[in-house]
């Protein structure tokens, strides 16, 4: 692994006395699809919102594209970056939510152009253009004018993955991006993200969806109470499991 | 068999549901309750038309007379003022409460704590009589020279003080008004704007207020309101606003009751003004939050005209039919 894009080194983070993450380390492709598997309270959903910065980290530290996520480093010391710094980076990385969190005051096309024109100061006319070519891609072309409310749940996530898609990120963060939504709906929003894993993107997907993970991953990564317990192509991961735990999560979702 | 006696005789009375005639239940309570209470209401209006007392002549007098539209114009500035300034330092104070600083947010309470402890009159009074607090402001280092300086009165004036006054005491209501409208905007629409990268002070102005503002304009309204009808204690202060006028009128002519009626009239009209501005920004920042919007009153009685037209025109033609019918073919 030469071109490492996410490096996530040893971090640990806790909300008062629970220790949620206990030492993890990961290492991300560029380009590669990585699905983050686990039992709910395994520390997966906060793995991802460290990657962003979202949590701070208590320890260790995480870096995408070799640049340092949420700290500056000069000699021993990690020195806290502000907001803004850290706003900054965050335009660099996509996060999608699980429950969306579109702006429901804002029509879609609003909702797509406003980071790209308040973040990275691009002309309105041109984020507008490019907001119009990202709706045609996820299938929402003629969305453009809808609130977010007027439109159902697999076409709101769709919308988001094209609102984290406007800041043409180095990296996506998918949070269980199909948990909110009706099974039949759930298609719809994995094809979305299927596609934007053949053109190469950099995506981290904490996922429940087995199968996608079969399909889509090139590196599974199972967690379990805060630490990695075991990672690998999924053929490796799902088909044939080393640890006792990998084997009892798997047995019950499959 | 006894199924079938208890359904037969719907069946047999009409083999077509559309046949069937429904009757509504009669409330007959409900129509003697609302018989007496118009007969209440009317006796109150034959009151207000014929009793001498309300004296309608000196109140049609009085009610555009110069003095009184200069009044309420003097009313209506003090409620734009202290309601601008009021919810734009309340505005700051809400978002201070807010925020992470302790220093900030505690000072932020200390404000709101004393400004609703003190009774609006009092606290006028107060800023009346600023120059015995502080004869002279000026501008310099804290607790060092004084670069620049002026006579509070000559710098504050009446007016000045009663606009202090009321922006003071409105600035902690509206505080808390806005504190909650914020606290309403779900806490995914701010870490969304966080993952996005969008500058701080713009994830406030264009995703936390217009969302907030759904929560904040209904009383906000009501605090507006309170407002126009509060500036009438400034009388205290001897500004000419429409309730000093007022009693400065009947205090010369001793027609206490019309005057009054004539601050009630102007008083129910801008309530009523501000009561339908309400409406239409608060249907603005609506936008997004229903599939399909209610219509306005306006539109409502369109459609309902237009219903009735068309239900108009629709019996006119079934009439022709029925009358096209009933003739048989004499002329065939």
Redesign the interface.
């Known amino acids: 692994m030469s071109d490492v894009m996410v490096d996530v080194h040893g971090v640990h983070k806790s909300f008062g006395l629970l220790e949620v993450l206990r030492g993890v380390d990961l290492k991300v492709r560029a380009g590669g699809v990585t699905v983050i598997l686990g039992p709910s309270g395994s520390g997966k959903s906060t793995l991802l919102r460290t990657i962003n910065h979202l949590e701070k980290v208590n320890r260790g530290w995480i870096s995408i594209d070799g640049e340092l996520i949420g700290y500056r480093r000069s000699g021993n010391k990690l020195h806290e970056l502000k907001e803004k710094d850290v706003l900054k980076q965050r335009t660099g990385i996509g996060f999608v939510f699980q429950n969306f969190n579109l702006f429901p005051h804002l029509t879609v096309l609003e909702n797509l152009i406003e980071a790209p024109v308040s973040a990275l100061r691009r002309p309105r006319k041109a984020a507008e253009e490019a907001a119009r070519r990202l709706l045609d891609r996820v299938g929402l072309a003629d969305k453009a004018d809808a609130y977010p409310r007027q439109l159902s749940g697999g076409q709101q996530q769709r919308v988001a993955i094209a609102r984290a898609l406007a800041l043409e990120p180095k990296v996506l963060l998918f949070d269980e991006p199909t948990s909110a939504l009706d099974p039949e709906l759930v298609g719809e929003v994995l094809d979305v993200i299927k596609d934007l894993a053949s053109t190469g993107t950099t995506m981290i997907v904490v996922t429940h969806e087995i199968g996608f993970a079969r399909e889509v991953a090139d590196t599974v990564v199972f967690m379990d109470g805060g630490v990695v317990v075991e990672q690998g192509p999924p053929a490796a991961v799902l088909d044939n499991p080393r640890h006792e735990r990998t084997r009892a999560f798997l047995s019950k979702v499959l | 068999m006894s199924s079938d006696t208890i359904t037969s005789p719907v069946t047999q009375l009409a083999e077509d549901p559309a046949e069937l005639k429904v009757v509504p239940a009669r409330h007959y309570a409900r129509w003697a309750a609302g018989v007496a209470v118009i007969v209440l209401v009317a006796q109150f209006a034959h009151g207000l038309a014929t009793n001498p007392v309300w004296e309608w002549n000196v109140f049609r007098d009085y009610v555009f007379s110069e003095t009184i539209v200069q009044a309420v114009w003097v009313t209506l500035q003090l409620t734009a003022y202290a309601t601008v300034l009021g919810f734009l330092l309340g505005t700051v104070l809400a978002f201070m409460r807010l925020s992470r600083s302790p220093v900030l947010s505690t000072v932020a309470w200390t404000y709101i704590w004393i400004f609703r402890s003190i009774p609006m009159i009092v606290q006028l009074v107060f800023w009346f009589n600023l120059s015995a607090l502080y004869k002279e402001l000026g501008v310099g280092i804290p607790f060092g020279p004084v670069f620049w300086s002026v006579d509070s009165n000559t710098l504050i004036g009446t007016i000045g003080a009663a606009i202090i006054g009321l922006t003071l005491h409105q600035a902690a209501y509206a505080a808390e008004i806005v504190r909650g409208g914020v606290l309403s905007v ?1 806490h ?2 701010l ?10 002070l ?1 994830q406030i102005r ?2 936390v207020l ?2 907030a503002m759904r929560a904040i304009l209904p009383t906000a309204g009501n605090e507006i309101i309170g407002l126009l009808k509060g500036t009438s204690v400034v009388y205290v202060m001897s500004i000419g606003e429409l309730f000093y006028q007022v009693q400065v009128i009947y205090g010369r002519n001793g027609r206490v009751i019309p005057l009054l009626l004539v601050a009630t009239a102007w008083y129910v009209v801008l309530t009523s003004l501000l009561s339908v501005a309400q409406y239409y920004v608060e249907r603005r ?1 609506a ?5 399909t919007p209610p219509p306005t009153p306006i539109q409502r009685v369109r459609r309902f005209v237009a219903a009735r037209r068309l239900a108009a025109t629709r019996q006119l033609a079934a009439d022709r039919r029925v009358v096209a019918a009933r003739q048989p073919t004499e002329k065939t």
Do not use: S, V
Not at chain 2, 287 to 291: V, Y
């Open positions: 779900d995914g629409q870490e969304a704007a966080a993952a996005l990268g969008i500058p701080r713009r264009r995703i217009p969302q920042y936008r997004g939050a229903n599939r």
